[in-house]
Structures are given as C-alpha cells and as structure tokens.
C-alpha cells in the first residue's frame, strides 16, 4: 500500500496539521481511502433593499469521511461529512488520483421540487449536498449527490451547519467525465465520456447532450426512459441502462470546438458536467536548405522556413543565429519577412518566414535556426542549418590569363620568322 497525504491549498493555510493525515488507498485507485479534505462552499441568504434574495458564497474547513454510522469524526474540528456504505461509491472512479486532487462540498437547491428519494431511508424532507473531485492534472472530474436526513423537518428552512457539526450523508447518485479537457486534432473520432451510477434501480433518468458554442447552444443528443423516445445522434440509447452517457463525434472539424455539457436528470436531481473541447493542429516546419549551407563570399541565398498545415490560427515563428562555440544567447534575426497566411480546405493554416542572406566570411560557422511556438506544442519545433562561406576561389582565372598569355607567345614565336624573313627578301630585292 501506499500513503497518500490528501491536501487542499486553502485547507492547509489554516489546518496544517491535516494535511499530514494519511489516506490509504492502492496504488492506482483510492478505494480504501477513509478521509479527504474538502472546502466546504456554503452560502447566507439575505434580503435587499429591493425585496429580493441576495445570496453570498463563503468557504469553510471540512473533511469527506467514508465508513458507517457508528464513526467518530476523523478529525473533531472541522465540519464531517460522513458517507455511510451505499450502492454507489465515488472512491471507485478515482483512478489514478495523486495529491492534486481538489475536493469541494456544497448546498444543492432542489428547485422547489419535493419528492422522496427511491433509495433506501429517504425522506421527503432530506438535505442535499453535492461534493465534487476535481484532477488537478485533468485525468477526472466526479459529481457526487449527498443526501442527508436531519433531526427535524427543514423543508421551509436552511440547515444550519456548526464548524464541527458531523453530517451522515449517503451517496445516491455520481456522475462523471474522465475527459473534462480535451485537445484533439482535425478529421479525428472523439468519444466525450460521461458516466453515472445511482442507488436505486429502474431508475427515471433523462439524458441530454448541448453544445455552447460561441453564444449559441446546440442540442446534439436527448433521450428520456419515461418515454422512451430520444432524439440527435452520437450515442446509443442502448447503453444509458448501464449508465454509459458518452457522446461519440465521428469527425472532428472546426465547429465541433465548444463546450460539451453532459446532463443527467432523475428527479430531483440534476447534473450537468461540461467538458471542453479544443481543436489543436501542430505545425509541419521545413526549410528549403539542408542542414549545411555552403555559400561563397559575395554570393546571396533566400533562406525559407515553412511552417504548414496548423490550427489555430495564431503562430509565432522567429530565425536565430548564434555562433557554435561562443556560449552566448541566440540573437533574433531583425531582417525577417513574412508571408500572409494562408487558409486550407481542410481548415489549417500555413506561414513562412524568410530572410536575405548575404555573409561575410566572419559569419560561417554560424547557426541559423527555425523556431516555431504553437499553442499545440509541448516545446518550441526548431530547424537548424550551418553557414559555411568560403573565399572567392581565382584559380581558373589566373589559368585562363596564363592560357592567353602562352598563345600568344606561341603564335608570335610562329610568326615572327616568317616576317623578318619577308622583311629580308624586300631589302635584297630593293
């Protein structure tokens, strides 16, 4: 087994001696883990000036305590949300938790709609609370519903909570997503998962899928067990018995980025879990030199980077130059020009960026690189090539000025006798 020492930020900066209480749980999963610390989001109504209900949200220490009802508090000064042995149990979906899990409890509001729980021990007049885990690495998302039965009837009042007061609560429904942020690319299949479990069986459940999407909302999927009747796509109704609720797109494409909101209703509670999905294309970056560029001095070279085939739109692409060996920082180009971007059928851009090269024989050895930032990209893509500038080579001019000068020798050396023997014969003939 391993120790698992749950923490909150803002629990700690009061109750540092918490934090030090370990949660035994196994090496993926917390199925044995028997307290969390939690903020606890409660809430004071109060009425303004204008007659109307002001409400004002505030945080309070508390812990998740998971055992029977015969426990005592973990510990006794913070407020002890007791979670008895259920048919749902929201340690199971915690796989793969470490201690960046964020536990946060609050009120839920029924909306006006008053009806007894079908699971075991309800009462019409029940609190309840919600209690959400949150993955500070993105892996999960859970939505748990906490009912708990007070002393005396508080239907028409709020249940007042003391700082170490000790609430036995029963877990009757969760819903949760292991893909609340997602990034995928273009022309892809994506399954958004959404999955819930409840108390009770045969339960009256509604789901509902909608996309927000630049101000707009789209319903994509519905379906109701009362009536059996479901409408959209993207799932199989199928399914939903065994409380999959995930939404498959077949085909990724620019308007299918937006936020997704997974709704499961069974009376009187209503989740709604949002799952956000980014539409993200990394760069292809090419160069049109190889990874050597010879050049001779006084010779000119367009040197390209080509950054393809990217979304979204924004890019930042630099050239650097830096000598091998000199230990100082790279020096970003200031001569760099750039193209327009270029917009793709399929939805992706394209940038170049290019400079004029025209080195001077102190320049080789130098390193020129292609750096390209993409909010795709983990790290920075670079493309490099080494300047290599030699001296203007004279060897086959001087040979072509030797050349001449040694024909024309050589036809002077055949000239000449003939000329001085006719310049002779005219003498004798004169």
Known sequence: MTLFKCRHLAFIEYYSVLAEIPCVYGTKTLHDVRWLPCQFRDETVQINNEGHKDIKFYHRNAGLQFGNARNSPVDP??????????????????????????????????????????GSGAQEHDVWFTCHLQHGQGMFHITTFLRHTPAQNSLNTMLEIGDRDLLITSATMVVLTRTPVIHVGLMREQILHCQFAVDHKQANVMVEWVLQRRGERTKLFSYSSHTGKSEGSGMSVKTIASGNASLKIPLIKQTSEGTYTCSVLIPPLDSNTDIVLNVQEPPRVTLNVGSTL????????????????????????????????????????KNTLYSSHRHHEDGTYSLSAYFLLKPNLEDSGYRYTC?????????????????????????????????????????????????????SYSQITL
Request: proline content about 3%.
């Open 77 to 118: 000064n913070v407020i002890t949300f007791l979670v008895i042995t259920s048919q749902v149990d929201m340690r199971h979906y915690m796989e793969n938790a470490d201690d960046s899990l964020e536990c946060e409890i609050q009120r839920y509001n029924t909306k006006g709609i008053v009806m007894r729980w079908p």
């Open 294 to 333: 010879s050049l001779t001095l006084g010779e000119e070279q367009k040197v390209v980077c080509d950054t393809q085939g990217y979304y979204p739109l924004d890019v930042t692409i630099d050239w650097l130059r830096e000598g091998v060996s000199s230990g100082l920082l790279p020096e970003v180009l």
């Open 371 to 423: 750096r390209v930032q993409h909010q795709s990209l983990r790290t920075h893509i670079r493309k490099s090539f080494t300047l290599i500038v030699n001296e203007q080579d004279f060897t086959l001019w001087y040979l072509l000025v030797c050349g001449f000068m040694f024909s024309m020798l050589g036809i002077l050396i055949w000239i000449m006798p003939e000329f001085i023997a006719g310049k």
